[in-house]
């Protein structure tokens, strides 16, 4: 084990700052970030008032978060591949498309979540 690497207290904080710098970096660099992060402002106060129980709640809010931390780590994919190189190589852009994927599927699944607890409320 590294003698030199933090623990403890300092650790937490040192990775608190690496992840608020990935929060910052994907708001600035990435559009569908922003967008995404836009529909969490608004659905969320919404999903909590909606929600009649803890798990409706949770289900609403959660499905929400969802889509934030996969298409957080469909930029982490996206910087790495560009990283590597910038030519055009089919197992690069089958990884990008699949994260896209990812967060295809994730906004399915909120509609899916959404409809079910809004039906099962309204219906």
């Known amino acids: 084990m590294d003698r030199h690497k933090p623990t403890g207290l300092k650790r937490l904080i040192?990775?608190?700052?690496?992840?608020?710098?990935?929060?910052?970096?994907a708001f600035r660099a990435e559009a569908a970030f922003r967008q995404e992060l836009?529909?969490?402002?608004?659905?969320?106060p919404l999903g909590v008032w909606l929600g009649r129980t803890g798990i409706e709640k949770a289900l609403l809010v959660g499905a929400l978060l969802l889509v934030l931390m996969v298409e957080l780590l469909n930029g982490g994919i996206e910087a790495v591949v560009d990283r590597i190189g910038l030519e055009r190589h089919e197992l690069s852009g089958l990884a990008k498309d699949m994260g896209s994927a990812a967060v295809l599927v994730s906004l399915i699944n909120v509609a899916v979540i959404w409809g079910f607890v809004l039906f099962d409320r309204f219906g």
Do not use: D, E
Request: glycine share 16%; net charge positive; aromatic share 10%.
């Open 14 to 25: 040192l990775a608190s700052g690496h992840s608020w710098r990935g929060f910052v970096g």
């Open 38 to 44: 836009a529909l969490l402002i608004v659905l969320l």
